[in-house]
Every structure is written in C-alpha cells, then in structure tokens.
C-alpha cells in the first residue's frame, strides 16, 4: 500500500499542473480582466468630474479634468482605453504582472504556489492566504456539519429502505427523495428565511452571519448556543439537498450485497438477521459509500455552500471565490481554485486508503496506471 500512496502522490503534481493550466489558459481570454476594470473606474470618474464641473460653469472643451485621457482614440487591445494615455495602461499592466509574457506569469505563480506564497489580492488590501485563512472557518463549519448529518442520515435511511424494500415506507420515503433531489438548496434556504427567519412566519433564526455581535462579551456556553443558532438553517438546507443520493446509493449497495449468495449461506447457518445484515452485508456495502465520501464532501463543502453563503450572508470560501471572480481577482481565484483541487486529490487518495483498511482484499498496487 505504501508504493501506491507514494505513486499517487507523485500523480498529484502533472494532475494538478494540467488543471492549473488549463484554468490559466481559459481566464486569458476572459473579457473584463483587472486592467479593464481600472479603465472603467477611471473612465467613470473622470466622467464623474467632468459632469459636475460642467454643470457648474457651463459647457466646457478640453480635459482639465481628465489629465489621463487624450483626445486621440489609439487603439488599445483593452475595451473602452481608446484615448487614454498609454504609460497609464503600461503602470497598470505593471501593477497587475501583465507587463510579462503569458508563459512566464504561469510558471511564476506555479512556483510561487510551490511554496505556498499566493501573493496579494488586486482589489482588497490584504494577502491571499490571510484571505482564504479567514474565510475558512465559515467553510470548514458549514462542509462538516453538513456531511455528518448527511451520512448519519442518509446511512440509517438507506439501509431501512433496502432492508423494507417495497413497502410503504420504501415508497413514501422515495418520494420526498426525489423532492429533495430536485429541488435545489437554495430554493430551501429561501423557504426557510420566509417560515423561520422572519420572512413572513416566525422569526426565531437570525439571517446574518455565523455568530452575534456581542460574542467577544459571552461565556462558552453562550457562544456554542449562539453559533448552533446561526448555523442551524443554512445547514439544513444543504442537508435536505444533500442527503438524497447518498440514501439512494447507500439502499442500492444494500440491495446488490442482500442478493450476494454469502448472504443466503450466512441466513442458512441459522444467523439472525442483524447478525447478518451489520456483520457481514455492512461491511461490503459501505465500500462504495465511503469510496465517494471524497467527491461528497469537496461538493458540499465547495459547491453546495456558494448560493447558501451569499444568502445567509455568510462571509466563507465560497463567497470569496464568487466575489473573486466577479471582480477578475485572479491571484484569489487561482489560489481558492489550487487549493480545492490540492484538497479534492487528497482527499481521494484518503478513500482509497479507507476502502483498503475496510477491505484488505482489495490491493491498489495491482492495479495498472
């Protein structure tokens, strides 16, 4: 097992180049880059000034107030830097590292990022990693609150539905899972800031943030109480949309080993049926689950909590990346975007690790790559 760790971690570099890459590549041919919107903001400032010094003197020629626009209209490779002075595009350009060729600004950031040195956000006074380190927590909290309480219910659910497949409650059940699956979390969020946040209904929920305004003045107890009240309805609204395909594959992978002749042998040995469901049939089903557990929770801690933050106004990852890429802050969007694939890599080469320690049978080293 340790060559293939080894040779996974290897893997984890060409991988996480190749998708770097490509990412950088796509977000050059971007349009509204940063030095697009620096010309915009000086456009509409100079704009701004010339508006309100002519209102008040007349109708004025000439650029008094726009030292940094030109009359002439040289053409530009930027959008709307028609007439403004190239040594301004140049100092921008600088600003931004895109004095340089494309190929040596990538490799300049990938060593960077070698070393964990993510540089500064263009558009916030601030370093990349204090960024994503103050964001996380609200991520983190979000991410594990959500998959514990998807697993611990989606497991028990779907082992009852495959154990009574069939039934009424088989059938009833699946029927709020395909509500649940079709409906998206944040249709959810929505519905429940309008029963319980003060919408409409009740208001017994808070809409903002993840704890008060007086949580440096409270005692522990106060603060638990104070961060569960917070947390309580984004959570729930990324574990109705979460929970139901882990149910349905957990039922599925039930079912398939129920079926298994091991199973038939083990209940003609006279074993009980709980002997037989969770000493032997679990153990075999809980492969595939724990196989996805990875790609689940980089969903959910990633993906799934994006439109949930910008509603609950929760200021975490998901928020930042969103903010990021509306404002072209690419040294926070290829950072966040490094990050999540280093952690999404990982995290797969741990489910491999889980599935041999369950299953020692089962031998990655023999595998072809």
Do not use: C
Not at 256 to 267: G, L
Request: glycine share 8%; net charge negative; no cysteine.
């Amino acid at each position: 097992m340790l060559t293939y760790i080894i040779r996974r971690l290897l893997l984890i570099i060409p991988t996480l180049l190749g998708i770097m890459l490509i990412n950088f590549a796509v977000i050059q041919f971007a349009p509204g880059g940063p030095v697009e919107q620096m010309i915009a903001e000086i456009r509409g400032t100079a704009a701004d000034a010339t508006s309100a010094f002519a209102g008040s003197q007349g109708d004025i020629q000439g650029g008094g107030n726009e030292p940094a626009i030109r009359s002439s209209d040289a053409t530009s490779k930027y959008r709307g830097a028609q007439g403004l002075d190239p040594e301004i595009i140049a100092d921008m350009e600088k600003q931004f590292g895109f004095d340089k060729p494309m190929h040596e600004r990538f490799l300049t950031m990938i060593w960077d990022y070698a070393r964990f040195d993510f540089g500064d956000s263009f558009f916030r006074d601030q370093s990349v990693l204090e960024l994503v380190l103050d964001k996380m927590p609200v991520s983190i909290s979000l991410g594990i609150w959500t998959t514990l309480l998807v697993y611990l219910i989606s497991i028990p659910l779907g082992i009852k539905k495959a154990v009574t497949d069939g039934s009424r409650f088989d059938v009833w059940s699946s029927g709020a899972i395909v509500i649940g699956y079709a409906i998206p979390g944040f249709l959810f969020a929505i519905l429940l800031i309008i029963l319980f946040a003060g919408g409409r209904f009740l208001d017994w929920f808070p809409l903002r943030g993840l704890t008060s305004s007086g949580w440096d003045s409270m005692n522990w107890a106060e603060r638990i109480v104070d961060y569960f009240w917070h947390i309580t309805l984004p959570v729930i609204a990324m574990v109705i949309s979460g929970f139901a395909s882990l149910t349905m594959l957990t039922k599925n992978s039930f079912l398939d080993q129920i079926n298994m002749q091991y199973v038939k042998t083990a209940r003609a040995k006279g074993l009980g049926e709980r002997q037989v469901l969770y000493g032997h049939v679990f153990r075999n089903a809980m492969l595939i689950v724990i196989a996805g557990f990875p790609a689940a929770f980089i969903s959910i801690l990633f993906s799934s909590s994006l439109l949930i933050e910008v509603i609950f106004s929760l200021d975490g990852l998901g928020l930042l990346g969103f903010e990021a890429t509306i404002n072209r802050d690419y040294p926070v969007v290829f950072a966040t975007l490094y990050f999540f694939t280093l952690l999404g890599l990982i995290l797969q080469l741990i489910g491999d690790v889980m599935y041999h320690l369950i299953d020692p049978r089962i031998d990655f080293e023999r595998r072809d790559f």
